[in-house]
């Protein structure tokens, strides 16, 4: 028999029987690889186990500690969910059930019964009967597309029909599910790639119901979609599902009522928030932290108009690339100019570069402000203070030359570094490329990229690649954080851009003499004040730390008629030193009024007034998730608290 050979991970090659496919190979290198391969990595593309070799593939075989498998799981565990779907309710007609970030969904279409979380336990039992039987996944080319779509319309299955003709010339297949003795129990259109068995699947979960509709179109038939997720441990899914709750718990929208922190109105308007002033201390604290930093760090602060005549916009591209999310300011009259309320702050600071001549010596120019946008969203997508459609950018533009550019972006990184390590929030790097739609010549993108790149790696900073998901300008450094309970969220971005510079003709006198185009960089710390402040809502479970905290210290009186004298003293000395006390002198019970102060409105700390602190001059401490630490001078308190806030501890 013929030969080939394929080259492993490390290089290194082997020698296969022609014909052979990725469960062959993992025999050959060990029985224990051959039980844990889930799938197969060919040439840089993940396929199935079985998937026949060629001479001098590259060829890695995955388990399920590899990063690409887990969506392999919950791709074939959907599967698992249709089939018994479609055993419990044979009339349910099949849509789409892909992975998703965090596990996958189905859509059904099945008239006159709604799915109750009784059939979904229902649902979840035959899964399990199913998974139990041991069925292989087997890849099925379909041989002649046009007998394979009237199957399906002879079935009902109006949805794989569908989705069969449009994929006529994608060499389509079906993934069936056959059990031990070869018969295939369950067949699904899909282009896979999927587990090698059901042995794999062992800790799933469905989660919820919602309607969608057929390819998101709301002309198209609404859909039922069931929600799931699967893990290869059930230490995993508990982990999850443990995760999920304590996410609900700290959902910035509850704590937000709870806490008195902002609101939303329907008269209002969708996704437009008012901050109460429990947290607008909070983004006084966070906007003075920002001013400081920004001017230690060489950057001027200014203030730009809400609004712009669409020309500024017809110049910038937004007004082609951007129309769809834009406010525009209706016209009483036809001579009128059309506005645009501002969805983006750079034209702006590009026009404020413009007012001045520049050298190479006054470069690199870092321009900041804290501005108020406005982009259109649908009503859907909008919630809370993560999802807005007015919101303020903690937006800064750079202007610098090509020899400035890797520096300005490590320093950029640097800022971001220092002030998440403020909130003990880690992150992880993407850098998104060229979209689909973009301005601009493809040079500049390419070196706007390698530009980019040049930064990260020359402190060797790791990062993933995201494909098309740059600015229609220029590509980005998107930073994701990451909070207390293991969440990523987008905050701050960096990107290069070489279009805007060249559609405003910006220009600075290079030191050969020459006029040349600076180079312009994007860039935003927090992201959006509103988005950032809902993260850190959920981040610290509404329990911020002293230098955020709307209300610092309570001040409890044991007796209002005894002690209020001597809590009033407590409270100026508070204040006098700028920190934010309140006086509780209700006629509540004192413990009720400390067990309110620490647990439900999360206040740092309740200092208690008797007659021995009154005799003493001194404050009885009770800290947040402490209880009763001790007591202290009242001036010794006033310094301690002094010196937490400073450090931002």
Known sequence: MSKIEVIL???????????????????????????????????????????????????????????????????????????????????????????IENGFYYDFDLEGHTFTEEDLSK????????????????????????????????????????????????????????????????NDLCAG??????????????????????????????????YATAFWTKEDLKNYLTMLEEAEKRDHRKLGAKLDLFSTREELGAGLVLWHPNLAVVREEIENYWRTEHRKRGYVIVNTPHIAKSKLWEISGHADHYRENMFFIQKEDESDDQYILKPMNCPFHILIYQANRHSYRSLPLRMAELGTVYRREHSGALGGLTRVQGFTQDDAHIFCTPEQLVDEINEIIDFVADTMAIFKMDFEVELSTRPESYIGEIENWNKAEEGLKAAMDKRGMK?????????????????????????????????????????????????????????????????SMERFHGILIEHYAGAFPLWLAPTQVEIVPISNDKHTDYAEKVYKALRNANIRANLDDRSESMNYKIRESLQDKKIPYVVVVGDKE??????????????????????????GLLEEIKSRA
């Open 9 to 99: 991970p490390d290089n290194s090659k082997i020698s296969l029987d022609e014909g052979a496919n990725g469960f062959s190979l993992a025999k050959e290198i060990s029985e224990s690889l051959a039980k844990n391969a889930v799938a197969l990595e060919i040439n840089g593309e993940v396929k199935d186990i079985r998937t026949s070799l060629s001479n001098n593939d590259k060829v890695k075989i995955l388990t399920s500690k590899d990063s690409e498998t887990l969506a392999i799981l919950r791709h074939s565990t959907s599967h698992i969910m249709a089939q018994a779907v479609i055993a419990l309710f044979p009339q349910a007609k099949l849509a789409i059930g892909p992975a």
């Open 614 to 639: 009154m005799a003493d001059g001194t404050v009885a401490i009770r800290k947040r998730g402490k209880g009763p630490i001790g007591s202290l001078k009242l001036d010794e308190f006033v310094s």
């Open 463 to 527: 990062y993933d690649i995201n494909e098309g998901d740059g600015a229609f300008y220029g590509p980005k450094i998107d930073f994701k954080v990451k909070d207390a309970i293991g969440r990523t969220w987008q905050c701050a971005t960096i990107q290069l851009d070489f279009n805007l510079p060249a559609r405003f003709d910006l220009k600075y006198q290079d030191k050969d003499g020459q006029l040349k185009t600076p180079l312009m960089l994007h860039r935003v710390v927090f992201g």
């Open 193 to 226: 790639p999927h587990l090698p068995n059901t042995s794999f699947i062992k800790a799933f979960k469905l989660m919820k119901v919602a309607g969608a509709y057929w390819r998101g179109d709301a002309k198209n038939k609404m859909l039922q979609r069931i």
């Open 123 to 186: 649902i979840e039992d035959k899964m399990h009967e199913i998974v139990k039987q041991n069925l292989t996944f087997e890849k099925y080319f379909v041989p002649d597309v046009d007998a394979q779509i009237k199957e399906f319309n002879d079935e009902g299955e109006i949805y794989k029909a569908e989705l069969l003709e449009e994929h006529r010339n994608h060499k389509p297949t079906l993934y069936l599910t056959k059990d031990k003795d070869g018969n295939s129990v369950f």
